[in-house]
């Protein structure tokens, strides 16, 4: 198989991978996204796989930039595309275009990555698996900051949700894409019919694991701004788990 820096990928949006609008549900694009990413690493000889056989490392994403345009729907086929800017001392970039098959794009994101020692689970700096890319670009999908995120300043307590085994990847810790699931969970079924998100970042901060409590806490005193800032927290140790800001609008203005 040939070594290309940006990979593409179809998908067809199955019945599973929408809400009750019928489109695409923002967990299942960051699925999509998990996906081309893995097959896109494996394309580069960089694979989940070949990370632990060689190097000892796996990979770990830790923040993600996302701008949706529009969302897919139902049984609408997308292409996926997504390439590697250069790498950092500490980190990957990995970018991502979601496009129809006009080739117009819908969903932009930009992401950060890091690979971690399996055995003393430190950060490993990016030349230890020595990439090597065959085209190399630092053209990003958006111009976007993704630094540090803070609350607004009334932060409140929304739910608790207990970490069990559905919600659990292969690396036996919290899945990236269930994040999301339960910051739209924060959120009734009424908020999701009148309003829909435009953007969002998210930082992972620390591993969630089976068994832990995570609570859920947003701040919406910066709603009038359209914008909502949710964070989840290990209930055993208060550390935080992960913090997001979302940018919202109201459906009847889209």
Sequence with gaps: MKRVSLYKKKYRVQLSDVDFTRKLKLSTLFNYFQETASMASDNLDMGIDTLEQ?????????????????????????IIETWPPEPNKFDFPRDFIVRDLDGNPIIKAISTWI?????????????VIEPNYPEKTK???LDWELGNLKHFGNLQPVYK??????DIDFNGHLNNSKYIDFMMDCFSVENHKKYSVRSMQINYINEALPGDTLV?????SDIDENYIYIEGINEKDNKAIFKAKIRIQPKNEI
Excluded: C, H, M, Q
């Design 54 to 78: 060689k190097y000892g490392v796996a990979w770990a994403l830790i923040r993600v930039g996302v701008e949706i345009i529009r969302n897919p729907d139902w049984n609408e086929e997308i």
């Design 161 to 166: 949700k207990v970490i069990g085994y559905s």
């Design 139 to 141: 053209k990003r999908a």
């Design 115 to 127: 690979i971690f020692d399996l055995k003393t689970r430190k950060i490993r700096k990016s030349e």
């Design 216 to 220: 859920l806490l947003r701040d919406i």
